[in-house]
Each structure stands twice: as structure tokens, then as C-alpha cells.
């Protein structure tokens, strides 16, 4: 077990690593796009071979389909209860409206119809990337420990997918999260108790890897991986293109063949 905890905290590590780069430095738009858009390559090379495919292996379509709806359901109800949440919240409107040139003011914004992703996101917190890495890390990170439980060797390309794919989801957040106004040790708190849970997903997974079925193991990675493609089409993906501009999607093709190759490399 003690394996299972060293890899998993390792893993779910990034995230709060994140976490504080995003506080000790400012990040311009198109260097957190960037990241968002590397990392949002990697998850989906991570979802189409290290858990779609694994588990279809495991369980088999039926259980890794309807581990996929209801992931996806699941995560589309959390973010909107955070939205709703978001909307309660004392953040200042003309920080939530951007123009082509940066936030706009007051008589400016009356012109435009709608906020963009990114002021939206703002409004929101970030809280919209911390639900989907809370969402999909808990069931990733089980799946990592119910591998090391079965095998006894660690999934290295599933490692380093998680933990690349961890760093641009709580950078970006917590850029956001200080941008909408949150105070650092609010961002500093949230990212260290998702990262605590989410080690603790593979202890979990690792003990209770003896009595779960096939089939479980299976609805589980499509669990993570509906929850992942969810949160990648409605909140990263959108926000990496904007920030980052046309860049985003050549440097989305170069995270998803980095974490392809580990995939096929190990």
C-alpha cells in the first residue's frame, strides 16, 4: 500500500504544483492557453488508451459506456451548480466582459452582447477546472492504484498523463482564480484538498482492487473518461483557443503525441 500511496500523492502532486505557479507569477493569456492546450492534447490521448481502451478491455462496452454517460452527466451537474454558485459570488462584472484588446469598461461592455469563455471563466473563479479535476481525478487516480494492485508495476504513461495533464488545469484555475479576486490562501486550500483527495483515490483503489470485478473496473475508467471529455469541449478546450489564439490547436496535436508515444513507448 505504501506504493500506491507514494505514486498516487506523486501523481495528484501536480496539482497543487500548479496551483502555486499560478499564484507566484503572473501568466500572460497566451502562455496559460498554451499550457491549457498542450494539456488538453494529453488528456485525450489519455482517454483514448489508457482509459477507454483499457477499459473496454477490463469490463467490456456495456459497463465502460455507461460509466462514460454517467461521468459526463455527472460533471455537467457539478459545473452547473458551481456556475450557479459563481453567480452569487461579489466579482466584479467589467472584469467578466473582454474586448479584443482586454477586459472592457462599464460603457464599453454595454455594446456587447455576451461575455466571452475567458470572462466567464473569470467569473466563475476557475472553480469550473477545479470541478473537473476533482471529477476526473478520483476515478483516474483509483484506476492507477487498481493497476498497481494488479500488477504490481506502475502505468508510467498514465502516471505522466495525469500528472501533465494536472498542471494546466490548476494553473489556468488558479490564474483565474486570483484574476475573479479569490485571495491565495482560498486557491492554496482549494488545490491542496483536491490533491489530497485525489491521492487518496489510489490507496482506495489499491485496497479495494481484491474485490472489484472486471466490470467495475471498467464502468470506473469510463467514468473518468466522460467526465474528461466533458470538461476538455466545455471549459479547457474553449479557453485554450482563446487564450492562446490559432497556436492552440498544433500545440494540442503535440500533447496528445507526447502522451500517445509514452502510451506506446512503456
Known amino acids: 500500500m505504501s506504493v500506491a500511496a507514494l505514486w498516487g500523492f506523486v501523481a495528484a502532486s501536480s496539482l497543487l504544483i500548479g496551483a502555486v505557479l499560478g499564484l507566484v507569477r503572473p501568466w500572460s493569456s497566451r502562455l496559460v492557453g498554451t499550457v491549457l492546450a498542450f494539456g488538453g492534447g494529453a488528456l485525450i490521448a489519455s482517454i483514448a488508451f489508457e482509459l477507454f481502451e483499457e477499459g473496454l478491455h477490463d469490463g467490456g462496452p456495456v459497463p465502460v459506456g455507461t460509466g462514460l454517460a454517467v461521468g459526463a452527466l455527472v460533471y455537467l451537474g457539478a459545473n452547473k451548480v458551481v456556475e450557479r454558485a459563481g453567480s452569487d459570488d461579489p466579482v466584479d462584472p467589467d472584469r467578466c466582459l473582454e474586448g479584443p484588446t482586454g477586459p472592457l469598461d462599464a460603457d464599453d461592455a454595454s455594446t456587447v452582447g455576451q461575455p466571452s469563455v475567458q470572462g466567464r ?137 507526447f502522451a500517445a508515444g509514452l502510451s506506446f513507448l512503456v
Open 121 to 257: 471563466r473569470r467569473a466563475q473563479g476557475g472553480t469550473s477546472l477545479a470541478v473537473g479535476a476533482f471529477l476526473d481525478g478520483i476515478p483516474e487516480q483509483a484506476v492507477l492504484g487498481i493497476g498497481l494492485a494488479a500488477g504490481g508495476d506502475v502505468g508510467v504513461a498514465l502516471l505522466v498523463a495525469i500528472f501533465v495533464s494536472n498542471l494546466p488545469e490548476s494553473i489556468g484555475s488558479a490564474t483565474d482564480m486570483r484574476e475573479a479576486g479569490r485571495s491565495r490562501g482560498f486557491v492554496l486550500v482549494l488545490w491542496a484538498g483536491v490533491t489530497a483527495v485525489c491521492g487518496l483515490a489510489t490507496i482506495a483503489g489499491y485496497l479495494v482492487a481484491d474485490v472489484v470485478k472486471a466490470p467495475v473496473q471498467g464502468g470506473i475508467q469510463g467514468f473518468a473518461a466522460g467526465g474528461l471529455l466533458v470538461m476538455l469541449v466545455d471549459s479547457l478546450i474553449p479557453e485554450a483557443r482563446e487564450k492562446a489564439g490559432e497556436s492552440a490547436g498544433l500545440v494540442t496535436v503535440l500533447g496528445f503525441a
